[in-house]
């Protein structure tokens, strides 16, 4: 394996983490701001990706993990960024 496939790997796995962790971060202050008006379930920017992959994926469920990982890898930023925003739309529509 090259560098500059590590290089990107590293580089995505960097972006996925950080975006996941703003993205729960965001999530968590809303929480707290109406935790008492409405009980709901508590998703998180992994699980949403997982549920997009899926809608998305044709072939078997025992690959399906493997493929999710590939294509997270696969993800442009401004898909990331997309996906961010869906994400967001959605957790506010659920209040």
Sequence with gaps: ???RLKW???RHERIYRTCIFLLTFVYNL?????MKKKPYKKIDFEEYLQEQHAEQY???KDLMIYDFSEWLQDLDIEEWIEYGDKFVQELLNRK
């Design 1 to 3: 394996m090259g560098w």
């Design 8 to 10: 990107k790997r590293w």
């Design 30 to 34: 809303k929480k707290d701001r109406k």
């Design 58 to 60: 044709v072939g078997s």
